[in-house]
């Protein structure tokens, strides 16, 4: 914080705003890329079908494609 580059006060600022965030995945090793891959996989499904009649159809047709095997 106390250095005189802009960026680097910013990005300090940033790290102690999230420290608890920070520590918290290093110690339990936890990440986000499963709901990642899931939302990723909704909007191929979204683009794909260029719309669906109601929610129930757009709701049907992910759970169909997040199926677990």
Not at 34 to 51: D, F, H, R, W, Y
Request: positive net charge; hydrophobic residues 45%.
């Amino acid at each position: 914080m106390s250095c005189k580059l802009e960026l680097m006060i910013c990005a300090a600022k940033m790290v102690q705003k999230h420290l608890d965030g920070i520590i918290n995945a290093i110690v339990l090793k936890a990440t986000n890329a499963l709901g990642e891959s899931m939302n990723a996989k909704i909007q191929k499904i979204k683009s794909q079908a260029c719309g669906y009649r109601n929610r129930q159809r757009f709701r049907n047709a992910i759970m169909f494609h997040l199926r677990r095997t």
